[in-house]
């Protein structure tokens, strides 16, 4: 089953003009997807899907935007959207008018990626059967890994719109996620894991994702409880990424319309952060296996610097936002009625101006005290964005005197601009994340509320 | 190829597909499955969002779709599909087949065909005519979002209604057809308050099932003050001081916290997976006797209720713990064939795209004895957590959730607002420190992210008190 993107689009001017439709846009998107999942041995959910989803937007006789979503796309079904998007947009933003991107028509850096041909099911169940056995093999102490699966996904998108833009690409992916839990006699029991992605299951170091899962499940079970207090703390390339995206309306202007950002208009150029930390958002970068090209209103993804020595440099941008900021979209809208925006792939570095770092802070060389957090959770539940203020829980470890000791549970507590403000070393080494690229950032001060 | 014109061998909605749905159910038996499932869904939603004085965003989109289950012994493939043709659906069969590598064309299942169409949604056909027009929820909406403009401080104030209206088709080799109509209406006002350094949000959220006039009868102003007042105390709040404590949870939402860190531990779900505490405790004491606790869809008008299923049976009211011993696990089909505990009426999911599981319906703990007060009377130095943000339980049952507006507890009285409090425990820790509960019984809507994806819920509970529960701080 193949999505034939140019029937689409004939099929809605044609349906568009018996409408008497001038302007519209769509973004559109069909999907094969493959997944399994094991319990010891046994195939426990083997699924399939075959999606297809199209959002039409249309503009009326005064400008207003209505839009709709449908799977349905039959004739009748790209007919009913139209008239459905055609009565919402009776009722479009009087007071932000949206329009087609200037850049919709632009040039558009489609990455050369070798996409893979589907495995199928079966091959994904021996991987994964393989896979889960040898974690399980790795230590007595591991006795299931509850959460484990391995998908294989084939996609295509595309943006066109009444004024002749056309633009699609299309992909494979794969995921591994294996995490793991492990008991021993009188304790309590412990889980971590790891994921791994690649273009497609060939890709994946599976070896390195069974090995990282084990290492981190195994080094908790020697777990102790932690004193409830202020902490020297090194936050893992992953911890930090997590933090930044979940503060993102920082960088955000649809945040800073709306009034949920920390930043407002005029915050370009403020110091937010160090002078010695960069970030950029770089959704086309090699490494990043989910770029796309462009975003949900066809503008060509780019690369943007956020925070250069330690100052606010850009904003993230969908068409209407940039008109209200007098500037131009920075590729990261989503298509829909309200646009959203957001970032696509962060990457943090070391700026030139970083000669009052602390060097000696390295976690895996420095001898004095200090929290490592490896993960943080429940970022839905535990982030404040619009008032800058996080308590999350994590996994991690208490270093004392270059000993390391899995923490049994504990939440971190602070606040963003505390917390970019008093970084005290920036890691050389940057490493690649699920999510982004960076190093381990250490920081002055951070409260832990443990069981002690 | 995508379809550019309808089928004549698809599925109808709104009419009888019985020889047609026999003919594809045969076809899955036939090639050596235990046992078929088809699920098929007809959907039609909007959401409208107000913000300040003006309606920012209208979102309709509806769809079509099914989800096809097959199992073999205790395996299951499942394949969801837009492709509701006959063809389309008889390819997905023949998928999750090959899925499951039945090479062998014998089973022991026998098809009889499909029984009489059970037909739930005989008295709902109109309720999509009988919702509130867009007209009619801008209006409301911003009234609302009016409401909340009292003071120079309110920075930010949006109202948010979504409606979600489902047709579904259920039919499978046990001979189940049935038919329903759902309807789930939603709506929410946020805020946030802002004066110089100091930042407060607030929320408040009210949803329905079944009552297309619901939305209109809602107090927008009771709402708006609701919201407001929340925001308000919360504004210069001191960020709490962390610790071991004891808590009051508040009633409605504050249920969250049974849902999350325990109710998720009952589902056969959690048992598959060796993922719960509870799995060998069945009859055994696991909670503080003064806690029932029950989960149920029947409640008219509640947010988790339903008619039947998605597996097409109709939901039980599941007393899970009855004085503090655990009575019950919520079990699906495959929950059933895995672990054998009955099947409950809570096989659950968000649509087509999902196989349904085990999931929580309306669950709350029973109402007990005593008043607010008393609760928070028999507490000298400890917290009280009027409202319950977002929370989670990790691969371990440790739970952690964001208290929203909270309040110290001082020699039994309630003093000063705190902001910025996690509440961190695990439920078998917790359960037997519940030592009060209130005479108060009230549930709050609110959705479920789980394994077949977020479903609608009502959780729910009296004040409570536990007497010792870690308080993530400052």
């Known amino acids: 089953m193949k999505m034939n993107a140019t029937e689409i689009t004939s099929q809605i001017t044609t349906a568009a003009n018996i409408l008497n439709i001038e302007k519209w846009d769509y973004g559109a998107s069909f999907s094969n997807d493959f997944s399994v999942q094991v319990d010891k041995g046994a195939a426990k959910q083997l699924k399939a899907s075959q999606k297809q989803v199209i959002t039409l937007r249309v503009w009326n006789k005064e400008n207003l935007v209505g839009i709709t979503t449908t799977s349905d796309l039959s004739e009748k079904g790209i007919k009913k959207a139209l008239e459905q998007a055609s009565i919402a947009s009776e009722f479009g933003n009087k007071n932000e008018f949206t329009d087609f991107s200037p850049l919709a028509n632009d040039p558009i850096q489609v990455k050369e990626v070798d996409k893979k041909n589907p495995l199928g099911i079966k091959k994904l169940l021996q991987i994964l059967r393989e896979a889960e056995s040898k974690l399980l093999d790795s230590h007595e102490a591991i006795k299931s890994i509850p959460y484990n699966g391995l998908s294989e996904s084939f996609y295509e998108r595309i943006y066109a719109n009444s004024n002749g833009a056309f633009r699609n690409y299309s992909k494979s992916q794969a995921a591994m996620y294996l995490y793991a839990r492990a008991e021993e006699k009188d304790k309590k029991p412990r889980s971590s894991g790891s994921v791994k992605l690649g273009y497609g299951v060939e890709d994946i170091d599976i070896e390195s994702c069974i090995e990282e899962a084990a290492k981190k499940t195994i080094a908790h079970l020697d777990y102790s409880s932690i004193k409830t207090g202020k902490y020297l703390v090194c936050l893992s390339p992953e911890a930090f990424l997590t933090m930044m995206n979940a503060f993102s309306s920082i960088f955000n202007a649809r945040s800073i319309i709306d009034g949920v950002s920390l930043s407002d208009k005029n915050s370009i150029g403020d110091l937010i952060s160090i002078p010695a930390l960069n970030i950029y958002d770089d959704g086309l970068n090699d490494k990043n296996i989910s770029s796309a090209p462009f975003d949900g209103e066809g503008t060509p993804t780019k690369k943007l610097s956020l925070i250069n020595k330690g100052k606010l440099e850009n904003f993230i941008h969908s068409e209407s936002t940039a008109k209200i900021f007098n500037t131009i979209p920075t590729g990261h809208a989503g298509l829909g009625s309200k646009v959203s925006v957001s970032p696509d792939w962060l990457v943090v570095e070391k700026s030139n101006e970083c000669s009052d770092l602390n060097r000696t802070l390295v976690h895996t060389n420095y001898q004095g005290n200090f929290v490592y957090i490896e993960e943080l959770n429940a970022i839905h539940a535990g982030v404040r964005a619009s008032q800058g203020s996080f308590s999350l829980p994590f996994e991690g470890w208490l270093y004392k005197n270059g000993k390391k000791r899995s923490i049994e549970s504990a939440t971190v507590a602070g606040d963003i601009k505390y917390l970019l403000k008093n970084i005290i070393n920036i890691e050389n080494e940057e490493e690649l994340t699920t999510s982004g690229i960076s190093p381990h950032i250490w920081i002055n001060e951070l409260s832990i509320t443990g069981d002690e | ?474």
């Open chain 2, 1 to 474: 190829m995508v379809s550019a014109s309808i089928k004549s061998t698809e599925i109808r909605f709104g009419e009888c597909n019985k020889k047609l749905l026999e003919e594809i159910i045969f076809y899955g038996i036939s090639l050596g499955a235990d046992f078929v499932e088809l699920f098929i869904e007809n959907s039609d939603n909007t959401s409208v969002l107000a913000e300040e004085d003006f309606i920012t965003s209208v979102s309709p989109s509806f769809g079509r779709g099914a989800g096809i289950r097959i199992f073999k012994d205790k395996r299951d493939g499942f394949v969801s599909t837009n492709d509701l043709s006959k063809h389309g659906l008889m390819r997905s069969i023949s998928q999750a087949i090959e899925m499951l590598d039945i090479s062998k064309k014998t089973n022991n299942s026998i098809f009889n065909g499909l029984e009489k169409l059970k037909n739930y949604s005989k008295s709902k056909i109109d309720w999509l005519n009988e919702v509130p027009t867009i007209n009619e929820v801008s209006d409301k909406l911003l009234l609302s979002t009016k409401s909340l403009k009292k003071d120079k401080k309110v920075v930010v104030r949006k109202g948010s209604y979504a409606r979600n209206w489902q047709e579904v088709i259920i039919a499978s080799s046990d001979g189940t057809y049935a038919t329903d109509i759902r309807l789930h209406q939603t709506v929410g006002l946020n805020i946030i308050a802002n004066d110089a350094q100091y930042r407060s949000n607030g929320s408040r959220r009210f949803g329905s099932h079944g009552i297309p006039n619901e939305f209109r009868s809602w107090d927008h102003e009771k709402a708006a003050n609701d919201v407001y007042e929340s925001s308000m105390n919360m504004l210069y709040a001191d960020y709490v001081q962390a610790g071991q404590m004891p808590v009051v949870l508040a009633n409605k939402f504050g249920g969250v916290i049974f849902h999350e860190a325990c109710g998720h531990l009952l589902e056969t779900t959690q048992i598959e997976r060796g993922t719960t505490p509870f799995s060998d405790k069945l009859n055994k004491k696991i909670a503080h006797e003064s806690v029932t606790a029950i989960d149920e869809g029947l409640s008219d008008g509640s947010f988790g209720s339903l008619s039947i299923d998605d597996e097409g049976m109709e939901p039980e009211k599941s007393i899970l713990i009855k004085d503090g011993i655990l009575k019950k696990f919520l079990s699906d089909r495959a929950g059933e064939l895995r672990t054998g505990h009955k099947r409950t009426g809570s096989g659950r999911r968000q649509n087509y795209s999902f196989a349904a599981a085990s999931r929580m319906r309306n669950t709350y703990i029973a109402k007990g004895e005593f008043t607010k007060e008393e609760l928070i009377n028999s507490i000298s130095d400890g917290l009280y957590c009027k409202s319950m943000g977002g929370g989670s339980v990790g691969a371990t049952g440790q739970f952690n959730f964001a208290v929203e507006e909270g309040y110290l507890i001082q020699n039994g009285k309630l003093t000063k607002p705190v902001k910025g409090a996690t509440l961190i425990g695990d439920a078998k820790e917790v359960l037997p420190r519940i030592s009060m509960c209130g005479n108060d019984l009230e549930l709050a809507p609110g959705f479920c992210g789980s394994v077949s994806g977020s479903v609608n819920v009502t959780v729910g509970q009296p004040h409570i008190k536990v007497d010792s529960i870690t308080v993530g701080g400052r």
